[in-house]
Structure formats: structure tokens, C-alpha cells
């Protein structure tokens, strides 16, 4: 890969060959360490056009990132940046985008410290997308509710999801969905979170006024 950065053919069978040996825990960390995820990285970027490389790309990037050592070397090559880069290149993808949503919470959350990071409201915006592009595909809807869940520990999130347009409707759909109870549970957590933030967010402002009036 490394060699013939120019072979789109190349690449994509490096990657798939990459898959397969991420599928062992015990390999991630070896792989991370080989600069592999630097490889997919510039395989990604390069032919980010190309649906079955970006396919491979997100879903073996995916595949990585519950190492944190993993985790670390992704968020330093902005990773992120280019998930939704690919989510923006193949919104009709399912898998694409299933893996996409599940790699997005995986990168904003640190397990070790329980926190999850305040992300750039694109991130946050190509997941809503990518829900209402496919409301009838359970595994995205599920993988997106997920995603979400996970991001609106942080109170930023939370308002970034609440200016998303149709977020609302798309996780009430999601919070009645009666073919994966797991995604009806996820949005009504969803849900609750956005209506206590907006409360808050609305009771800080009552008071900000009434002093300022005082």
C-alpha cells in the first residue's frame, strides 16, 4: 500500500486484508502500531469517490477504533473530519453509513475516562442525515440512535442536536419504531436528554433576564 499509493485496486484489497485481521482483538493494537490506520487514512482521502473503498475504509476504521491506542492515532490524523467527508460522498450507502454513525461515538468517546468530547456540529448533522435518508433501514437507524445517545452526555451536543433540522421528528419516529426495541429505547433516552437541556438552557436564560432587569 505504501508503495503504490496510485492503485485504487491495491488499496481497497489492502484494506479488505486489513479488515480481516482487525477482526482479531489481539491484532489492533500490533496494526495501530504499523501505522495502518495512516494507510487507510490516504487510501480514503484519495479515492474517497470510490464507494467500495470508502465502504471498506469506514467499516475497517470501525473495526480499529475500540482500541484507544487506536482511537488516539485517528484523532490525530483528524479522522473524523474525513468519516463525514465519506458520509457526505455516499449518503445512499448502508453500510457506509451504519459504520460511519458507530465510528463517530466510538471516536468521541473515552471509555477509560468516561467523557465524551464536544464535536464540530457536522459530525452531529451527517448522522441526522444519515437517519433520515434511510428511516426504513433499522441498522442505521439503530447504529445513528446509538451514536447519539452516546454524544448527548455532553451538554454541547445536545445543543447542537436540538438546532439539526427534523431531529425531533426523526427520533420520535425512531422512539416508536416497533422493529428494534433497542432503537425505540435509545431515542426516548434522546429525547428525555434534549427536553431537560432545553429546559435548563431555558431556565439560565430566565434568570440571566430577571437579574439584568433587577
Known sequence: MSSFTHSEVLQESGIAAIYVLATNIFSRVLLTRSNICQLIYAALDKFILQESLARTAITTFRTLSPEQEARNVMESIHTSKLTV????AHPMSVPLQ??????????????????VKIVPKKEIVSIVVAMSN????ISI????????????????NCRSLQNCPNSMVLLQYAATSEDASKCEVDAATILERL?????????????????LQS
Open 85 to 88: 467527508r465519506a458520509m457526505e
Open 98 to 115: 451504519r459504520d460511519a454513525c458507530a465510528l463517530l461515538s466510538n471516536l468521541a468517546v473515552d471509555i477509560d475516562r468516561q467523557q
Open 134 to 137: 434511510h428511516k426504513m433501514t
Open 141 to 156: 437507524l439503530s447504529s445513528a440512535c446509538f451514536a447519539l445517545k452516546n454524544l448527548t452526555y455532553e451538554d454541547e
Open 195 to 211: 427536553t431537560l437541556a432545553k429546559s435548563m438552557d431555558e431556565s439560565v436564560y430566565e434568570h440571566a433576564m430577571t437579574y
